[in-house]
């Protein structure tokens, strides 16, 4: 039988969580502090909490609603598609996250064996939906040496050149795990040989309000194009597990399809979570971008701390609440950099190499408020520069 029995070859061959592998690595370091988890620091608007709260009595609360989500939510989420996003021909279906999303449309748009085409550094659970649902084919493109942005020019060669033609390609704007976003000219690119080659686009905007220095995201749309958004980081809802998908109205057949993934998946997303999106919609986005402002100040803390790395080391950090550093040459082992940080030094960040790119770390400033991140940061710092200076000291 071996060890696994006759477990699903599927699941085996799928990555463990990084965050699990983190977890098992920094157990027994002392006072660590995360920069590591893809959390923000705030909660959810005081003014929709305290509306949800007066729900939990309402019978309608405990009980399925509609698969699709509930439906003022959506109607007010078409508003918002309509007004922020500019997307005036996608529908709405309401997920438990943007990680549930994402299974969704895999399920209904690939079959196993199918190719598909993601660039690196990728966002590592997209990564696993792909491999746990049968998709051995994963195209991994490179990003630009200097900026991280996805290579189209790659991708022109692999969509001409793959036969079968892959059938999605993923993007995150801005990135996770490296915070650049994609210029809306690339973006555009992107879709349009996607468009010609006959290949869904699927666009991850998790963190469409998180955008520094007065650039701007900005969505496509069309009868190829999906885009995923998710209340977790704008809102603070992590723990509420609210996402949506917007897709196209006119593809015949694709509201049906998705509704049987999302029957056998969640049902629906939690009712009194939806509702919490719903009232935190009301507050409206500036209640985000004030807070997102703030943020820019523990980047610039963390962008210091990176700073032994020395020049061109750093990039990312354009959005999203992420920079992505690379480590001298001799360190292309980034687990055990991490764990080294983690128990010498008491600071906790993500390797790169869970997102295809050995040798790098993911440093993570949403989730700390300004105070602990500078402590957090100092102690980065200090791990960084003994690392550049005579290695993994013991």
């Not at 630009?144 to 290579?151: A, F, I, Q």
């Not at 082992?333 to 128990?343: E, G, P, T």
């Not at 790098?360 to 408020?369: E, H, K, P, Q, T």
Request: aromatic content about 8%.
């Amino acid at each position: 039988m071996g060890s696994h029995g006759n477990l699903a070859r599927r699941a085996l061959e799928t990555e463990m969580p990084v965050m699990v592998k983190i977890q098992e690595l920094i157990r027994g370091a002392k006072n660590a502090v995360s920069l590591a988890q893809g959390v923000v620091h705030w909660q959810p608007p005081k003014q929709a909490l305290d509306k949800v709260k007066e729900l939990v009595w309402e019978p309608s609360i405990s009980r399925y609603g509609a698969d699709e989500g509930v439906t003022e939510l959506r109607e007010a989420l078409l508003r918002k598609l309509r007004q922020e996003n500019k997307l005036h021909k996608s529908s709405v279906m309401v997920t438990a996250g943007a990680n549930q999303a994402f299974v969704n449309l895999v399920l209904t748009l690939c079959d196993a064996g199918d190719s598909v085409v993601m660039f690196a550094p990728y966002y590592f659970n997209s990564y696993m939906s792909f491999q746990m649902t049968g998709i051995t084919n994963i195209l991994v493109g490179p990003g630009n040496s200097e900026t991280l942005y996805p290579d189209a020019d790659w991708l022109e060669k692999i969509l001409l050149e793959t036969k079968p033609v892959p059938k999605l390609v993923n993007v995150v704007n801005p990135g996770n795990p490296s915070g650049t976003y994609i210029p809306e000219p690339l973006l555009k690119r992107i879709s349009d040989l996607c468009k010609d080659a006959g290949s869904w686009l699927v666009v991850d905007n998790t963190y469409e309000y998180f955008m520094y220095d007065g650039l701007k995201h900005s969505c496509l749309e069309g009868n190829h194009i999906v885009n995923i958004f998710s209340f977790s980081k704008a809102y603070g809802m992590m723990g509420w597990r609210v996402g949506y998908i917007a897709y196209p109205s006119e593809v015949e057949g694709f509201a049906a399809q998705l509704l049987k993934v999302q029957d056998n998946i969640p049902i629906c997303a939690s009712i009194i979570s939806q509702y919490l999106a719903l009232f935190s919609l009301e507050v409206g986005p500036e209640w985000v971008t004030d807070r997102v402002k703030e943020l820019g100040k523990n980047r610039a803390i963390v962008l210091e701390a990176l700073s032994p790395l020395g020049e061109g080391s750093v990039k990312g950090g354009e959005g999203a609440i992420y920079l992505w550093a690379k480590l001298p040459d001799e360190f292309i082992d980034d687990f055990k950099v991490v764990h080294w940080l983690a128990h010498r030094h008491g600071v906790v960040v993500i390797p790169g190499s869970a997102s295809g790119c050995p040798g790098n770390i993911r440093i993570s400033f949403g989730g700390l408020i300004e105070t602990d991140c500078k402590a957090a940061a100092e102690k980065l710092k200090r791990g960084l520069e003994e690392l550049v200076r005579v290695g993994m000291v013991q």
